[in-house]
């Protein structure tokens, strides 16, 4: 094992998520080059490090880090390299030079135990120096508990993220319990956690390993969308997992079911169904709430129904098909309806019917989806506020204790007569019951979604099971309608639904395929459509207008590779461009990104049209918007999203932006674009599907454009594999329904 100490002289690469960093680091007898997992590296600091040797066939000799421990920089340089690194947000170059020349080497220790003498510094207000010293005191914590976990060989890289989840209790928390770190922590494994445990001296046979186990594989079960794990396949699983005996487990499966963190049911005779509680409790309230709104009686509208549809036909101009004038019939009849149909079938037409004649009879109606974009959508084809589900039920920041949490409930429900949610099939079970919980009875529910869409990201197959349980009234729109049948987006769209080939290259028309055989080739022709033909052809905007859409992640046709590829073409490097490298990711002013995942604490603003300002909080997964600038001194970036909000992040936050060029079609549900490019060609069986390949070409509203090959386009169409998902409340709504028809 070699041992060093020198001063960090460059970072070549860091990737914030991980750790994982290149660098040089200057000893008092040589240069030499580090990697390993660093998460808090900055140029100036001094570091001691060991490690062994490596040699690298291109950078030659390298020293591999084990483990690390920081030095405090003592000299003047180095304490200015050190706080000019952007390492503390608010401390840049010039303000680091300012700090230096007032404190000399004493700098370090004013930041972090006298933080308010930084006002004899000009410039430096209150809000500064608290923003200045939360992140100084959060990086020296954060070096702790790393020295801490490497003790018991947790890597850097995982330390990062438990030092987000548990802050400055990592320490306490870990010794306490280290197998919640399996549960806590994303990417930490079961085995990852044992490893640390069976160091600390846990029992291999101890019970709390058993339950850890457990619950472990239950999780793991509700991340692939599952409600519930079959119990022998439970056993089975978490068996092989610990390396024990069943019956231990079987044992664990009773503790834990005593102690009522895991819930027991035999929904089917020869089979036990096991749940993990939070999804036991859902999927039961979700069953009751509904039969509860299904049974209870609405308010009566004074109307002639069937007149009403002759004078919405007459005033609009249309002619509805007899499945429209059926759904309009039961939502005035009905407190929950569900209304299912494919792209060019009316859904549109018929829930803006539905919500004109309730508005003539004076009932207030709320829109709402899953999604920021679902919303915009809704928004745009109804000319009414749409909302986020969660906007709709006002989820907030409640107080440390309870920290964010659904305002709306059965305490304080929904303030209004008739409650509409599109885009149903991206609604998992625990979202849905706490929009159940905000919804009197009395109140009319209308569901409307595609269920050969994709299936919600998070456990549950809320749509698919009420449309399966016959309980619910359901109107299938299944009629394509003429100005639809026009587009062969929409009649490919049902052909392929029905596993036919779709029509392609029809002059004049929409829906295109562009043969094109290796992976290499398809990433050039997907860039230069985006670049040059497309907008040539129809003025299309190659950021704005266009979406590439992808299957994976990985390769030359992943989404990361598209996404580098497009970003040098739509946005080349520029020298009054600015730039911030976060990760593996570089992001530059005017990139098009994602938000990938809900943050509802994040602030914005807006700027009305008679120039006022708005305020409010909350951006969502799969939210689209443009770099708008990147302050490197002040460690900021800012977004404008599509709705015109504008959003400040600090760089510790970027893990939460991807670059959004390309992007996979699961992201992809609930949005809508002109243009879609995807590219089809060798992958996975499990993402050539068939309900893959619909969800993607129905994100188009004006043209479609395959490139690849069309035998994969086939594979996809043929391959109708839905993986079964375990779900209980189509067979809980039967059984519940059935006891209440025999009381």
């Not at 900055?42 to 591999?64: A, C, D, F, R």
Request: charged letters at 25%; one cysteine or more.
């Amino acid at each position: 094992m070699v041992t060093l100490q020198g001063t960090i002289e460059e970072v070549i690469f860091h990737n914030e998520s991980n750790g994982y960093t290149i660098a040089i680091l200057e000893t008092d007898d040589d240069v030499v080059t580090i990697v390993g997992y660093i998460p808090v590296v900055s140029i100036g600091e001094t570091l001691k490090v060991q490690g062994e040797w490596t040699y690298h066939p291109n950078y030659g000799q390298q020293l591999k880090v084990d483990t690390y421990s920081t030095v405090v920089p003592s000299t003047l340089n180095g304490i200015i390299k050190y706080l000019s690194s952007g390492l503390i947000p608010g401390i840049g170059p010039k303000t680091a030079e300012k700090i230096a020349e007032k404190f000399g080497v004493d700098s370090l220790d004013i930041l972090q135990y006298n933080p308010e003498r930084l006002k004899e510094i000009p410039g430096i207000g209150e809000k500064k120096i608290e923003q200045i010293s939360e992140a100084f005191i959060e990086q020296r914590e954060l070096r702790d508990i790393m020295i801490f976990l490497q003790s018991y060989g947790i890597g850097p890289n995982y330390g990062i993220r438990i030092f987000k989840k548990y802050g400055n209790e990592s320490v306490a928390k870990i010794k306490e319990n280290p197998y919640r770190l399996s549960e806590d922590i994303v990417g930490i494994g079961f085995k990852m956690a044992d490893k640390i445990a069976q160091s600390m001296g846990v029992d291999f046979r101890s019970p709390y390993r058993i339950n850890a186990g457990i619950k472990f594989k239950l999780m793991d079960f509700a991340q692939d969308g599952h409600t519930y794990a079959p119990k022998e396949l439970l056993i089975r699983l978490t068996a092989e997992l610990l390396g024990v005996e069943s019956e231990l487990v079987d044992e664990g499966l009773t503790s834990l079911a005593f102690k009522q963190e895991i819930q027991l049911e035999r929904l089917e005779e020869d089979e036990i169904y096991v749940y993990y509680m939070p999804f036991f409790y859902a999927e039961t309230n979700v069953c009751k709430k509904l039969l509860e709104i299904s049974m209870s009686e609405v308010k009566a509208l004074d109307i002639d129904v069937e007149k009403e549809i002759a004078s919405i036909e007459e005033e609009d101009n249309i002619v509805f098909a007899g499945k429209q004038k059926e759904a309009i019939r039961q939502a005035v009849e009905n407190g929950i309806l569900v209304i299912t149909g494919g792209p060019g079938t009316g859904k549109t037409t018929t829930i803006n019917s539905i919500i004109k004649l309730f508005e003539k009879k004076e009932l207030s109606v709320s829109l709402a989806a899953p999604t920021g974009r679902a919303a915009k959508r809704m928004s745009e084809a109804t000319g009414k506020e749409a909302k986020t589900i969660h906007r709709l039920l006002e989820y907030g920041f409640v107080d440390d204790e309870l920290g964010m949490a659904f305002a709306k409930d059965e305490g304080t429900p929904i303030d209004a007569d008739v409650v509409i949610i599109d885009e149903m099939s991206m609604v998992d079970i625990l979202l849905m019951n706490n929009l159940l919980k905000a919804i009197l009875p009395g109140t009319r529910l209308i569901l409307v979604g595609d269920t050969d869409q994709l299936p919600s990201v998070g456990a549950g197959n809320v749509l698919r099971d009420i449309i399966s349980s016959k309980i619910i009234k359901v109107v299938k729109l299944d009629e394509i309608f003429r100005q639809a049948e026009e587009s062969m987006i929409v009649v490919n769209a049902h052909r392929i639904n029905k596993g036919e080939a779709p029509y392609l290259n029809v002059k004049d028309k929409d829906f295109f395929l562009m043969t094109r055989i290796t992976p290499e080739s398809i990433a050039d022709t997907i860039v230069e459509l985006c670049l040059e033909r497309l907008p040539r052809f129809n003025g299309y905007d190659p950021a704005k207008d266009i979406q590439v859409l992808t299957s994976m992640k990985k390769g030359e046709t992943g989404v990361n590779a598209l996404n580098e590829r497009l970003q040098s073409a739509l946005n080349p490097k520029h020298h009054l461009k600015a730039e911030k490298k976060s990760g593996d990711m570089l992001f530059r002013v005017g990139d098009k990104v994602m938000q990938i995942k809900n943050n509802y604490r994040t602030k914005w603003t807006m700027e009305e049209k008679d120039g006022s300002i708005q305020e409010g909080e909350g951006v969502f997964n799969g939210d689209f918007g443009f770099i708008k600038s990147i302050d490197n001194e002040e460690s900021e970036l800012i977004v404008l999203f599509d709705d015109n909000k504008e959003v400040v992040y600090s760089f510790n936050q970027l893990d939460e932006l991807r670059l959004a060029y390309a992007t996979t079609i699961h992201k992809s549900q609930g949005s809508e674009f002109p243009v879609v490019i995807i590219p089809v060609c060798w992958g996975p069986p499990m993402l050539l599907t068939r309900n893959l390949l619909y969800t993607g070409i129905t994100r188009a509203k004006e043209l479609v454009v395959l490139v690849g090959m069309e035998k994969y386009m086939h594979i996809m169409i043929n391959n109708n594999r839905i993986l079964k998902r375990y779900s209980g409340l189509d067979k809980r709504f039967q059984n519940v329904f059935n006891m209440m028809m025999r009381s």
